[in-house]
């Protein structure tokens, strides 16, 4: 087990190697068409397991759907077909990376953060190999949102920061309106919970933790795996991309994640409510699934 998850981070730290935001001085041209990838974010979307299998919420276990506020995203590929293995596609965006904090981790600071609806990642179709693909990879690194909880009979609202990522360097961050100090590396399932001031709460509290299990959906798993702790997420396209290289206008494609329950903990009471003081305890963040569309 240690060297297949020493493998996987080595394979994990190649990924700054492939298409990344690799740059030169060439003029670019502003009105050439683009391979645009947009976020949306879908309760309603199936919830799936790491196989990508439907995954009901467990029995004794309670789930939320959490109210977004930010999300970063680290790695974009797409995939020919279920046999490409993973950076053997086409690598269309890779975020920033630092060893500041040792080992190589994900940059923080440098990480884009945007909402249901906003731009994840842009590149000229010039750059893309003409090709059909019939999947795309996604890495999640970082997001940020609203879930309901309660505390001594109480409803409360809380803010939770989630990392996702393999590794991610974090000088500081801020959770809803409090800054957390880290300056260090945090491996995949670092969450930090900030809850909101209420009638009996007169300041925000902040605690931070780890989650030991991140749902990270790959229904290519017996074809094409992922290394441990990568957070790459797989999903099929309904209808294929197809890039000619002949485009005249952007090509946008909606990167659907589910967040359907994705918030899931232990459930003592068994009433589906998140009361942290009596009993129950996270268990899974991970995001439930990936589609990507085609919508121009």
């Excluded at 003029?27 to 397991?49: G, H, M, S, W, Y």
């Excluded at 930010?70 to 975020?95: K, M, P, R, W």
């Excluded at 299990?213 to 790459?232: D, H, R, Y």
């Excluded at 396209?237 to 002949?246: A, H, K, P, R, S």
Aim: hydrophobic share 35%; with cysteine; net charge negative.
């Amino acid at each position: 087990m240690k060297n297949k998850l020493i493998f996987g981070f080595l394979a994990l730290s190649l990924l700054a190697c492939k298409k990344e935001d690799v740059k030169d001085d060439t003029p670019q041209d502003t009105d050439a068409p683009k391979l645009v990838f947009r976020l949306k974010l879908d309760p309603n979307q199936e919830r799936t397991d790491n196989l990508g299998n439907p995954a009901p919420v467990p029995a004794n276990h309670g789930a939320q759907d959490p109210s977004y506020n930010a999300f970063s995203i680290h790695y974009i590929e797409l995939a020919q077909n279920a046999y490409t293995q993973l950076q053997d596609g086409e690598v269309c965006y890779t975020g920033a990376q630092t060893t500041t904090g040792g080992d190589n981790a994900i940059d923080y600071d440098k990480a884009i953060r945007v909402n249901d609806g906003e731009i994840l990642a842009e590149i000229p179709i010039a750059d893309v190999k003409a090709d059909t693909y019939e999947w795309i990879r996604v890495s999640v690194s970082y997001q940020n949102a609203d879930i309901e909880f309660r505390a001594n009979g109480i409803d409360a609202t809380a803010t939770l920061a989630c990392f996702l990522g393999f590794n991610t360097y974090i000088t500081e961050h801020v959770i809803k309106t409090q800054t957390e100090t880290v300056n260090s590396n945090k491996l995949q399932g670092y969450w930090a919970l900030e809850i909101h001031p209420n009638s009996v709460i007169q300041n925000p509290i902040v605690s931070t933790g780890e989650s030991g299990q991140i749902t990270v959906p790959n229904p290519l798993a017996a074809t094409s795996p992922i290394p441990p702790g990568s957070c790459v997420l797989t999903g099929d396209f309904e209808q294929d991309l197809v890039i000619t290289g002949n485009e005249t206008e952007d090509v946008i494609v909606d990167v659907s994640f589910s967040t359907n329950k994705s918030i899931e903990w232990y459930d003592a009471a068994q009433n589906n409510i998140f009361e942290p003081l009596d009993g129950d305890s996270l268990v899974d963040m991970g995001i439930r699934g990936v589609k990507p569309i085609v919508v121009q």
